[in-house]
T-cell receptor, first 115, second 110 residues
Framework: DGGITQSPKYLFRKEGQNVTLSCEQNLNHDAMYWYRQDPGQGLRLIYYSQIVNDFQKGDIAEGYSVSREKKESFPLTVTSAQKNPTAFYLC??????????????FGSGTRLTVV | RKEVEQDPGPFNVPEGATVAFNCTYSNSASQSFFWYRQDCRKEPKLLMSVYSSGNEDGRFTAQLNRASQYISLLIRDSKLSDSATYLC???????????FGAGTILRVKS
């Protein structure tokens, strides 16, 4: 079955440490996205990529970095520059053009906690 | 003003009730619209798209009001299993990205 796989499900980061969240999809989707969700807040866009080897900053990119070396993979690195990284991170993918018939498919998320 | 706004609720309703949520958006040029359902500590899952003429899927009806810039979700004959957070999502005019509301919490009680 096609889908998006995020790993790990839970991640603990020490102060000053970089961590990388994995996102892999086998839906043959061109576009991939990273969102962050905090309690009581909507999903906020961190980075997105429409095609391989290209990505753009979203609304809250500071302290994060991404790569898109393969169509299937879009890992997110939370750097030590991100001052408040504790959140629920969601990866999504879509066809290149979102339309009324096609939205996002989400992975099951990674809960990151700073310890 | 937020780009997409929802009443956070919670909406507490008895089983069998009809409940409706609205979601307002600020950009009149917004295009595609969606409702997602999110269970506690899970990822959002697409509930339904919202078409200009309105659309229905079983007990769920979605409508779009472009003049007043809001979309709505109506749930009839509420079930305990409908308890969740409902997120609306709007495609921005430019770019292939969705903007999400913060969600409306629905609790259906027996």
């Amino acid at each position: 079955d096609g889908g998006i796989t995020q790993s790990p499900k839970y991640l603990f980061r020490k102060e000053g440490q970089n961590v990388t969240l994995s996102c892999e999809q086998n839906l043959n989707h061109d576009a991939m996205y990273w969102y962050r969700q905090d309690p009581g807040q909507g999903l906020r866009l961190i980075y997105y990529s429409q095609i391989v080897n290209d990505f753009q900053k979203g609304d809250i990119a500071e302290g994060y970095s991404v790569s898109r070396e393969k169509k299937e993979s879009f890992p997110l690195t939370v750097t030590s520059a991100q001052k408040n990284p504790t959140a629920f991170y969601l990866c999504a993918s879509s066809l290149r053009a979102i339309s009324s018939n096609y939205g996002y498919t989400f992975g099951s998320g990674t809960r990151l906690t700073v310890v | 003003r937020k780009e997409v706004e929802q009443d956070p609720g919670p909406f507490n309703v008895p089983e069998g009730a009809t409940v409706a949520f609205n979601c307002t958006y600020s950009n009149s040029a917004s295009q595609s619209f969606f409702w997602y359902r999110q269970d506690c500590r899970k990822e959002p899952k697409l509930l339904m798209s919202v078409y200009s003429s309105g659309n229905e899927d079983g007990r769920f009806t979605a409508q779009l009001n472009r003049a007043s810039q809001y979309i709505s979700l109506l749930i009839r004959d509420s079930k305990l299993s409908d308890s969740a957070t409902y997120l609306c999502a709007v495609k921005r005019e430019y770019g292939n990205k969705l903007v999400f509301g913060a969600g409306t919490i629905l609790r259906v009680k027996s």
